[in-house]
């Protein structure tokens, strides 16, 4: 996997308001297509990323090991800080899960997973919607 993929992939599980990737970037300076949520937090570890891995370019491979690296100092210092708001907290936790998923696909082979068919209990609302009038006190 390389670095333009890792962020694409953490687009996908975080959402696009914490990852705005710029699918036509060139190089990291124009890696977000908008700002993120948290700008300074995730243009920092992106950064951090980038230099952890050794990547000269977007399609630089990386790994786990270092990207996590690159994660611990950042989330320290967020967790340590009196201005972290929950939310920060929250997306700091989400994005290690993330990056261990993310890197855990890439190594186990691939599997066909039949999808989980759950029946619903259907609720006619016809009998319920006649019971409830509004009665005027005029």
């Not at 920092?44 to 370019?57: E, F, K, Q, W």
């Not at 890197?103 to 006619?124: G, H, N, V, W």
Request: charged fraction near 25%.
């Amino acid at each position: 996997m390389n670095f333009k993929e890792l962020l694409s992939q953490l687009e996908e599980r975080l959402g696009s308001h914490q990852f705005p990737v710029n699918p036509a970037a060139t190089t990291i300076k124009n890696i977000f297509e908008g700002s993120p949520l948290h700008h300074d937090t995730m243009t920092g570890l992106a950064r951090a990323i980038y230099v952890s891995n050794a990547c000269r370019r977007l399609t630089d491979p990386v790994n786990l090991d270092k990207t996590l690296q690159a994660l611990a100092p950042i989330r320290q210092e967020a967790l340590r800080s009196t201005a972290t708001d929950v939310d920060l907290y929250r997306v700091l936790d989400d994005l290690g899960a993330a990056l261990n998923e993310i890197f855990a696909d890439t190594k186990a082979p691939i599997k066909s997973i039949p999808p989980i068919r759950r029946s619903a209990e259907i609720i006619l609302l016809s009998a319920y919607r006649r019971q409830r009038y509004l009665k005027s006190l005029a």
